[in-house]
């Protein structure tokens, strides 16, 4: 009989256990107003920030038109724009290459554009007057590339960037000295579009 009741109280004690189960999680809800209210905080946060980026980009357009200027001669896209933002960079006699303090100035120049993605610019290679006119013009278009080039690398989108070689036809100092000859040899920026 000892077995059997031994048994009897095993068996019982499973059964409770079975019947009893695991107890259940208590959930707890959380008040519908606390969601609303954190839905109304972050939709009035994010409408700031709109707000913000929006007044930004309008202070910056309105920046970029101040500077804008209308070009006394029309480029090869009809009516084109210099802008005292873009500055000019220099190169040294008969090179192509971009000199260190002319990198910076780029770097300066790719942060404008990347500021402002809607203008496209046409880069200019011009040249001093010494050389042939075709020697000139070729040095002028490895110039302007050049320049491109190094904007792209800086992640300036290349189909932003237009490029013409005027060789030694537009010098920026009509003299015949080596002042003048260095402030001809550049690239120089207009804005096509904006």
């Known amino acids: 009989m000892c077995k059997k009741s031994f ?6 004690c499973c059964l409770g256990l079975i019947i009893m189960g695991c107890p259940k999680k208590t959930v707890v809800k959380e008040e519908p ?14 409408a700031a920030r709109e707000r913000e980026v ?9 920046e970029l038109e101040k500077s804008l200027v209308a070009k006394k001669e029309p480029g090869i896209e009809g009516v084109v724009f210099e802008s005292s933002l873009l500055k000019d960079i220099h190169f040294d006699f008969d090179k192509y290459n971009i000199r260190p303090e002319d990198a910076e100035v780029l770097k300066g120049t790719a ?25 000139n013009l070729a040095l002028g ?14 992640g300036v989108v290349a189909d932003r960037i237009s490029t013409i070689s005027y ?4 010098p920026l100092d ?21």
């Open 174 to 194: 009509p003299g015949h000295h080596e002042e003048a000859w260095g402030k001809n040899r550049r690239a120089h920026f207009i804005v096509v579009s904006k």
């Open 167 to 170: 060789g030694e036809e537009r």
């Open 33 to 46: 107003s606390v969601k609303k209210e954190e839905a109304v905080k972050v939709e009035a946060e994010r």
């Open 111 to 135: 942060a404008l554009l990347m500021k402002y993605p809607k203008i496209k610019v046409q880069i200019e290679g011009h040249c001093d007057e010494r050389g042939t006119i075709e020697y």
């Open 7 to 12: 048994f009897i109280i095993i068996l019982i």
């Open 141 to 154: 278009e490895r110039r302007a590339n050049s320049t491109k080039q190094y904007l792209i690398s800086l």
């Open 54 to 62: 929006k007044t930004r980009e309008e202070i910056a357009k309105k």
